[in-house]
Structures are given as structure tokens and as C-alpha cells.
């Protein structure tokens, strides 16, 4: 894929209709800031590759078929500022499982959108870690629990979706705070 683009910093082919994976050579784009595959028909696991990507600062991957969790070197991405997986059949550590904690490491992450997937379980505490975060969508998933306190400490949450999950208990009085 980047064997002739070696210097590209953004490809933008979302809304196509574009299938198969997602090339393993994608790690040859060492200046790729901003890779954007969205509304498409890609399908199988996110390539582990992406977290080869040292510069990505956005990554669009919603509305497409990827499945599976989420490749662990993909938290390698740590100037990541975007991170758009919703509406795929993405899970924690199986096929359905709970959100990474590993998250929690994006600190200079705006904005996140794992919404319409398979995650399962409580929101980790580890994405508290998340003090930029402006926006966090997690609805349409099966998270359980009670809504985390913590959601209120996040000092630039302006909106926050948490719809249709399995969410139990009251709402915490922290989350006035946002």
C-alpha cells in the first residue's frame, strides 16, 4: 500500500465500497497522521500493523466489519488524538469482552467512539487516565455496571453517550460536574 507513497501524512478513502482488509504493509507509511477507512465493507481484525504508525494522530475505522478485539499495538499509537471503531463487531479480549484498559494510554485522546460494537463488562478505570478527552460515545455496547464516578473528574468531557448498554444504579453526582 505505501511501497509508492512512502511520505503520505492522509488517506481518506472512506465512504466507498471498499472490502477485504486492511493491507499489512501499512506500516510502511511511517508519516501517516491521519488514516480515515470509514463506511466501507472492510472486514476481519484491525492489522496489529497500525501500531507501527508512530505519527497517526487520527484513525477512522467505523461502519465497516472489522471483528475481533483490538490489536494491542494498536495502544502503541500514543500521539493518537481521534479514534472513531464504532459500528463494527469489535470486543475486549475475546470475542466479547470488556473495553481495554490499555486505552487509558491515548492521554492526548479527544475523541472516542466505540459505540454500536460487542464490549462487555465496566469501563476501566484506566480511562480516567483520559484528561483531554472531549467527547466519549460507548453506547450500543453491553457495559455493565454502575456508571463510573470518575466520568465526572474528566476536566474537558463535553459530551458523553452511554446509551443502550446494561447500566444499573443511580446517576453519580460527579457526572454534573462534566
Given at each position: ?17 471498499l472490502s477485504g482488509q486492511i493491507p499489512p504493509n501499512i506500516w510502511k507509511c511511517r508519516y501517516l ?146
Open positions: 500500500m505505501c511501497d509508492n507513497l512512502p511520505n503520505i501524512e492522509a488517506l481518506d478513502i472512506s465512504a466507498n465500497q497522521q491521519e488514516l480515515e477507512l470509514s463506511i466501507n465493507h472492510f472486514n476481519g481484525k484491525i492489522p496489529s500493523e497500525i501500531g507501527s504508525l508512530s505519527m497517526l494522530k487520527e484513525l477512522y475505522l467505523g461502519l465497516n466489519n472489522f471483528r475481533g478485539q483490538i490489536p494491542l499495538n494498536v495502544w502503541k499509537c500514543k500521539h493518537v488524538e481521534i479514534l472513531y471503531l464504532n459500528n463494527n463487531n469489535l470486543s475486549g479480549y475475546d470475542l466479547a469482552g470488556p473495553v481495554s484498559p490499555h486505552l487509558g494510554n491515548l492521554s492526548f485522546l479527544r475523541y472516542l467512539d466505540i459505540s454500536s460494537n460487542s464490549f462487555t463488562g465496566i469501563l476501566p478505570f484506566e480511562l480516567s487516565k483520559l484528561r483531554r478527552l472531549k467527547v466519549m460515545n460507548v453506547g450500543a455496547n453491553s457495559i455493565t455496571g454502575e456508571i463510573p464516578t470518575w466520568l465526572g473528574n474528566l476536566p474537558q468531557l463535553e459530551k458523553l453517550y452511554l446509551y443502550t448498554n446494561k447500566l444499573s444504579g443511580s446517576i453519580p453526582h460527579s457526572i454534573f460536574n462534566v
